[in-house]
């Protein structure tokens, strides 16, 4: 069974920055690719990142391009998601993914193309 912790979320105000930590975990588990995703109250999860791990290609969401950047991590599947320059609309629960099948890059900005997922860690950027 796969385990998927996020940590690393907390209040910030806007223009701060904080890194979110994600680690997968699982007797054979090695992950393909890591994506982070968030939800706002009231709206749908959206993209927001997403690494592969053997060639180290990134994706991000518009919104967050320039602003934020996702890492891999020296420990086996583990990544970080460095946020800057925060705005009040990151406000969200933001949710870390992992894979060890590849379905594509197709759907690395699709919730259905992830198999593990965390608890999430809240981010609150205040004005």
């Known amino acids: 069974q796969v385990q998927v912790v996020e940590s690393g979320g907390g209040l910030v105000q806007a223009g701060g920055s904080l890194r979110l930590t994600c680690t997968a975990s699982?007797?054979?588990?090695?992950?393909?690719?890591m994506g982070w995703f968030r939800q706002a109250p009231g709206k749908e999860r959206e993209f927001v990142a997403a690494?592969?791990?053997?060639?180290?290609?990134?994706y991000y969401a518009e919104t967050v391009k320039g602003r934020f950047m996702i890492s891999r991590g020296n420990a086996k599947n583990t990544n970080y998601l460095q946020m800057n320059n925060l705005k009040p609309e990151d406000t969200a629960v933001y949710y870390c993914?992992?894979?060890?099948?590849?379905?594509?890059?197709?759907?690395?900005?699709?919730?259905?193309?992830?198999?593990?997922w965390g608890r999430g860690t809240q981010v609150t950027v205040s004005s």
């Open positions: 993914a992992a894979n060890q099948r590849s379905y594509g890059t197709i759907t690395t900005d699709r919730a259905n193309g992830y198999d593990n």
């Open positions: 699982g007797r054979t588990f090695s992950a393909v690719r």
């Open positions: 690494i592969y791990w053997n060639s180290g290609s990134e």
